[in-house]
């Protein structure tokens, strides 16, 4: 069964009281979640991951997530975080191949593939950012492009391991800027991506993956993308720092 997800993702904002208290005010709400088998995944800066797991209700639905890994277990890479350390803190989710760690950290293909890697092995679910710029849209390229991310990121996996990766489709044009794809848009594209796991897997599999829409996902837009048949929920950036948008898009997941 695919899971319905609104995941947060704080990107390099808040300090650690206003993170505290925008989690104080989003908890009241997560009650909800239980009577509509939805989960919450707040994906926060590295050295507050234990404090904000720790402010979460235990309840089983709303988990903490990291925004990255390196792709090398350990050693000399002064600054960084291994998925290793992060299993250790229990963190089960990390988010990578980001379209922001993409173009800013040059992060190709195949490390986002070995970051899949590492965090499988460290028993970590990677959700997995894809998504093509506005000229690649423009000349309709857009899902020749994804199909390579997947191909090169993800395709290696085997049937068992696959199903445990949560896939975000993110237009780049999307992101941040106030323009969302449309929710015809967004159906299109999540349906290829669905159809080449199909292709490449089997029905039975790609009917067990989430994928996920990110772009400028607000609380006044996300019922409409997310009553599309191959939506799954959402990642949400801007409208995640304001818990009551916050609140409206993951209340808005069916
Ligand atoms: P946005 O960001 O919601 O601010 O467009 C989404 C993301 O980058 O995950």
């Keep these: 069964m695919r899971k319905k997800i609104a995941a947060a993702n704080w990107k390099m904002n808040l300090t650690f009281s206003q993170a505290t208290q925008l989690i104080n005010e989003i908890n009241p709400f997560f009650e909800e979640l239980n009577n509509k088998q939805a989960n919450v995944i707040i994906a926060v800066p590295f050295p507050i ?7 979460l209700p235990p309840n089983k639905n709303v ?21 290793a350390l992060l299993a250790s803190l229990s963190i089960p989710f990390v988010i990578v191949g980001h379209s922001e760690r993409r173009q800013y950290f040059n992060e190709t293909n195949t490390i986002i593939k ?9 028993n970590i679910q990677p959700i997995f950012c894809c998504g093509e710029n506005i000229a690649l849209r423009e000349s309709n ?14 395709f290696h996996l085997d049937e068992v391991q696959i199903k445990n990766i949560i896939i ?21 594209m999540h349906h290829f991506i669905r159809q080449s796991i199909e292709n490449k897997y ?35 950036g801007g409208a995640s720092l304001l818990a009551n948008e916050f609140v409206s898009i993951f209340k808005a997941l069916n």
């Design 49 to 55: 991951l234990n404090q904000i797991q720790a402010l």
């Design 141 to 154: 390229n857009q899902n020749q492009f994804v199909l390579t991310q997947l191909n090169e990121s993800l």
């Design 202 to 236: 089997g029905n039975h599999v790609a009917n067990e993956i989430s994928i996920l829409y990110g772009g400028s996902v607000k609380g006044n837009n996300a019922t409409e993308i997310f009553n599309q048949p191959d939506v799954d929920g959402g990642l949400v």
């Design 168 to 188: 975000a489709y993110e237009p780049i044009w999307a992101i941040g800027t106030g323009k969302t794809a449309s929710k015809e848009q967004a159906q299109e």
């Design 114 to 122: 070995e970051k899949i890697d590492i965090l499988l092995a460290n």
């Design 63 to 83: 988990f903490i997530a990291a925004q990255n890994c390196h792709h090398i277990l350990s050693g000399a890479y002064t600054g960084e975080v291994s998925a």
